[in-house]
């Protein structure tokens, strides 16, 4: 039951009105059994950490389980980084990887298999089960991720039969498909005797909306061929009839590049920042369907599962989003504060096309596809770039998934409440229970439609024993803001707190629990603190006390240093920015908050940290036991922490020169082609009016790094330039291109290599082509301009063990 009302009390801070939102919580359902039995699904409950599901949630070891994955094509990125990245995904919090394999990239060549180098997959299972990552596998053997025909080799695609059915001759290939995988990651598999193994799910297909019966034999065929996991997932969207025994999962974009060229921004992408307990998203994948979608019932046997949160967006030549990183971070909330029971992102870790015998693994109108893609980009603007990159929403989702690591079981035992849609009205949800829970709030939209500043909110949780009105006065909700707040929480030694303040994460120290909060951008913080008498707080002026509860706000700018103490519990009240450089871990064996600017990595208590920058600081509670060589204590820092200086590299001596050696003389001529006819990109002959540049590197000593053979030191060469396409070459090869779309073009550099190749095209402006309307150029006349090349030095510095 929920209800919203609308008073006529003046808003103190200027509103006409006020808007009071209330919500009643309602008791959760009881979690049905059964369920995995029934789906043949889940792990006999006395094998140790066994994976099993409810309708409601996950479970491990019996225990509510809030997973979070992230999606990393281990084929579309070097084997050397592996390692690294698998390592930052998990500092990200990340705990499972979804990985495709893709078929095309392993048997190119009929009977010509492959697993070494970049495809070896036995390698990248080693490494996720060695740093206690788990996986799933989309094993295909249609798996699209914008590959060539869907990655089925071309030898495959040209076969005379009915690809993707039960065609018996269609049937045998795949058999064979599936016992080549199962030669190499079946001792990566969950049985009795490796119960600690990583693949924890399997997935057969992929976007299949239509052959239930042909979905079915994919899984007995793979588990025949050996292919064994507690889980069996479908993707679920666009109305999908599925076979009973897999589990739906489920996506959400915020923009996509399928959407037609003339279309702003697509109406799939607004449903995905209100909240709603709707699952499906008909239009994902749309281009590619032959029948129009069809809603059906939700399968309620399930807990909502997604896969394929949308952590970014590739460009397509005719369509090329520019998704924000506070899109991303909106959208994940919002699905949390719909019912989520395990956040999966697409993509998080970005990667580069597979180039083979035949060419790259590039989707495209040549290939029967409706969109060109890129030769080689498929970068993704992913939380964690193709080389590495680590992105704003890489930590505002971090932010998210330390929530989550405290806060995932209750939110799996609760049931979901959502404020009714009206123009006016604030977004945002109750998940809890009669006793306590957490509001979800959501006042942000993409910048094609940014929602307004809206007056006079005040939000309202009606529980059994009182109700908690946050914040106590009502406030000007300002656009672009998103947020959980905790209603009656256990909080530190704390037994119950409400606020307007986003829990991130807790750590137990000598002095106490340590609890880190982020402030709301313009909203007061203000904590309502149960058994707490208002002598036993300090930190913060008092507002209102009395029937148990003392109400506080905390004045000041937020920080590092704003710290509340509260009967033997201490809060640090952190501003959004530093909230999303914090992180939670493992250092020297010790549970240690650290406030941190750029990357980490965290193994067996080792901390890392990658540096760009001559010098920054590191925050740490508690103290560092014992300090890397490299790290400078300088003593008490700010609030709780200790501060330490972090060396970064040596400075360049110089920065990259541009040289143009060929102007451009002319745009591709504009083509449209493939089965929606939609722009197409230019062809090679079209080069010949392109501009070439050359980029002349300084010369950088690079040292070797200890992870995998890849390198300490990392090297990216960014490129600001304004066109419309253009590949980048070292010695006659291609090693990066882009589709501009507004969002500087990082390429990756060697040390050694001294000069990179740059070939562009101008952008006719009349094309047919969709730009974000921010960085889209005006005027009528071709625009191609190289602005400046940046080089960027990382290191990788041992902090502390």
């Not at 699952?279 to 129009?292: C, E, P, W, Y």
């Not at 009395?546 to 000041?556: L, P, Y």
């Not at 082609?673 to 062809?683: H, K, N, V, Y």
């Not at 080069?687 to 040292?703: I, K, N, Q, S, T």
Request: aromatic share 6%; proline share 9%.
């Amino acid at each position: 039951m929920s209800e919203e009302t609308t008073d006529a009390r003046a808003d103190p801070r200027g509103g006409a009105r006020t808007v009071v939102s209330s919500l009643r919580a309602v008791a959760p359902p009881a979690a049905r059994e059964g369920v995995a039995a029934h789906a043949r699904m889940g792990e006999p409950p006395d094998r140790a950490g066994a994976v099993s599901l409810t309708d409601r949630c996950l479970t491990r070891d019996g225990r509510p389980w809030f997973p979070v994955m992230g999606e990393y094509h281990f084929s579309r990125d070097r084997a050397d980084r592996w390692e690294e990245e698998l390592l930052v995904m998990k500092a990200g919090g990340v705990g499972v990887v979804a990985t495709y394999l893709i078929w095309s990239v392993h048997e190119e060549r009929r009977g010509a298999l492959r697993w070494d180098g970049d495809r070896d997959v036995r390698r990248f299972l080693a490494l996720a089960a060695r740093h206690g990552l788990l996986v799933v596998l989309r094993v295909g053997p249609w798996v699209h991720g914008e590959a060539r025909h869907g990655g089925f080799p071309d030898w495959l695609q040209a076969l005379d039969v009915r690809h993707r059915t039960n065609d018996p001759r269609y049937q045998e290939l795949v058999r064979s498909w599936f016992a080549a995988v199962a030669g190499q990651v079946g001792e990566f598999l969950r049985t009795d005797a490796t119960p600690d193994a990583p693949v924890v799910g399997i997935q057969a297909d992929n976007e299949l909306y239509d052959d239930p019966e042909h979905l079915a034999w994919l899984r007995a065929a793979a588990e025949e061929a050996g292919l064994v996991a507690p889980l069996w997932t479908a993707t679920a969207w666009g109305g999908a009839r599925l076979p009973e025994d897999l589990l739906p999962i489920y996506a959400g974009y915020p923009d996509g590049f399928w959407a037609e060229a003339d279309e702003g921004w697509p109406d799939f992408g607004r449903t995905h920042y209100a909240f709603s307990t709707v699952r499906d998203d008909l239009t994902v994948g749309a281009d590619l369907r032959t029948s129009a979608a069809v809603p059906r019932p939700q399968d309620e046997r399930f807990p909502w599962v997604t896969c394929e949160l949308g952590a970014g967006m590739v460009p397509a030549y005719h369509r090329r989003p520019l998704v924000d990183p506070e899109d991303v971070a909106a959208l994940a909330l919002v699905k949390l504060g719909s019912g989520s029971a395990w956040q999966g992102y697409y993509l998080f870790h970005g990667g580069t096309q597979v180039v083979g015998e035949t060419g790259s693994l590039q989707e495209s109108q040549a290939t029967g596809y409706p969109n060109d893609l890129p030769a080689l980009d498929y970068d993704y603007g992913a939380p964690v770039g193709a080389h590495g990159q680590l992105r704003e929403h890489y930590h505002l989702l971090r932010q998210q998934h330390l929530f989550l690591e405290r806060a995932g079981a209750s939110l799996l035992g609760s049931a979901v409440v959502v404020a009714p849609a009206a123009d006016g009205a604030p977004r945002w949800s109750y998940r809890g229970t009669p006793r306590g829970g957490h509001l979800f709030l959501n006042h942000h939209q993409p910048a094609a439609e940014p929602l307004p500043d809206l007056p006079g909110v005040q939000l309202r949780v009606e529980l059994d024993d009182g109700d908690v009105v946050l914040p106590s006065r009502p406030v000007t909700l300002r656009s672009g803001v998103c947020a959980v707040w905790p209603v009656r929480q256990p909080m530190g030694g704390l037994a119950a707190v409400s606020g307007t303040v986003q829990p991130v994460t807790e750590v137990a120290t000598a002095e106490g629990p340590l609890v880190v909060v982020a402030a709301t951008r313009g909203v007061p913080v203000e904590l309502v603190l149960e058994g707490v008498a208002p002598d036993e707080v300090s930190g913060a002026r008092v507002l209102s006390s009395g029937g148990g509860r003392t109400a506080v706000a905390v004045d000041g700018a937020p920080g590092p240093d704003r710290v509340v103490r509260a009967a033997g519990t201490t809060v640090v009240v952190l501003d959004p920015r530093t909230a999303a450089r914090t992180w939670r871990g493992e250092v020297g064996g010790v549970d240690t908050a650290l406030v941190w600017d750029e990357g980490l990595l965290l193994d067996a208590g080792r901390l890392r940290l990658r540096t760009s920058r001559p010098e920054q600081r590191l925050l740490a509670c508690p103290p560092l036991a014992r300090p890397g060589p490299g790290l400078t204590p300088l003593g008490a820092g700010p609030g709780v922490f200790s501060a330490y200086a972090v060396p970064g590299p040596e400075p360049l001596g110089e920065q990259p020169t541009l040289t143009v050696l060929r102007a451009a003389t002319a745009p591709a001529p504009r083509r449209t082609g493939g089965p929606a006819d939609r722009a197409s990109a230019p062809r090679p002959e079209d080069l010949a009016g392109a501009a070439l540049v050359r980029v002349d590197l300084p010369a950088v000593d690079v040292p070797a790094g200890d992870l995998g053979g890849g390198a300490g030191d990392r090297l990216l060469l960014t490129l600001d330039w304004v066109g419309d396409v253009a590949t980048a070459s070292v010695d006659g090869v291609g090693v990066a291109d882009q589709f501009w779309h507004g969002r500087p073009w990082d390429v990756p550099v060697e040390p050694g290599q001294r000069e990179v190749h740059v070939t562009a095209l101008p952008l006719d402006p009349a094309s047919a082509v969709f730009l974000d309307p921010r960085v889209r150029p005006g005027g009528s006349e071709p625009v191609l301009e190289v602005r400046s090349a940046r080089l960027v030095r990382s290191r990788l510095v041992d902090a502390a063990s």
